[in-house]
């Protein structure tokens, strides 16, 4: 254990063969420990790149059993060309599809016109920032997940972290680090994060302090957001 981190979702955009995936699953069975094989794209047209076709073999190789301590799910960046194939794949193979929702990369409308009827339980959506009340609706309704990544949304221009919009709208999400190379991933920091942002947005309008959105939520807890750390990062994996 690290900080209390139990699982891993690794979610690494380096599939650029079947050898790089089956190396990287190899490396998560190595380290012994739970963790999620995250299969999404690779840098572009390389040569040797089979996603998402190779999810079929890599299910079928690695991944037989449900309940064993590495497990997979389905990369679907709706911002790729083709994303369809990799959704209708991941849900033919049993497998969470999941995906990064950033409204400052114009995903929006996208996101909206899968809302209409393509939002499931085996969802997982990363940011959902910038999304509209409607595709929050739909996906609270579906029994989607929402993963928020406050300290990269705030650092990477990705936009306000949805902290109380999840909370208006009835959404319980889980935290994630998302990028950790870029700042620190123990989820210490992300739940002093959610907590500290959220709170200085409920404050403001209290206060009534010119230029900032209307917050009207209670305070965060530290209930809360160690629920969202640890009891909601389980469900949504």
């Not at 254990?1 to 995936?21: N, R």
């Not at 076709?53 to 890599?58: G, K, N, P, Q, T």
């Not at 995903?107 to 959506?125: K, Q, Y």
């Not at 907590?195 to 209930?223: D, H, I, Y």
Request: hydrophobic share 40%; charged share 15%; aromatic share 8%.
């Amino acid at each position: 254990l690290d900080v209390g981190v139990t699982t891993v979702h690794d979610i690494s955009q380096i599939h650029h063969s079947a050898t790089h995936s089956d190396a990287q699953v190899k490396a998560l069975k190595d380290s012994d420990r739970r963790a999620v094989f995250g299969y999404f794209e690779s840098a572009g047209g390389v040569a040797g790149n089979l996603y998402p076709s190779d999810a079929r073999r890599l299910k079928a190789t690695h991944f037989s059993s449900a309940d064993q301590l590495t497990t997979m799910t389905m990369g679907g960046e709706i911002y790729l060309p083709g994303y369809e194939a990799a959704w209708a794949l991941g849900r033919e193979l049993g497998l969470q599809v999941v995906c990064h929702i950033v409204g400052t990369f114009g995903m929006r409308p996208t996101f909206d016109a899968l809302a209409v009827s393509s939002f499931g339980p085996d969802n997982l959506f990363i940011h959902v920032t910038g999304m509209s009340d409607y595709a929050w609706q739909r996906l609270r309704d579906a029994g989607a997940g929402v993963s928020l990544s406050v300290p990269i949304e705030m650092n990477m221009a990705h936009g306000t972290p949805p902290v109380i919009k999840a909370m208006q709208m009835g959404v319980r999400p889980s935290l994630s680090s998302d990028v950790e190379c870029t700042l620190a991933a123990d989820p210490f920091m992300q739940m002093r994060s959610a907590m500290s942002l959220q709170r200085m947005f409920v404050n403001a309008t209290k206060l009534a302090e010119p230029g900032m959105p209307p917050s009207v939520a209670p305070l965060l807890t530290t209930r809360d957001v160690i629920g969202y750390a640890t009891m909601n990062g389980a469900r949504d994996l």
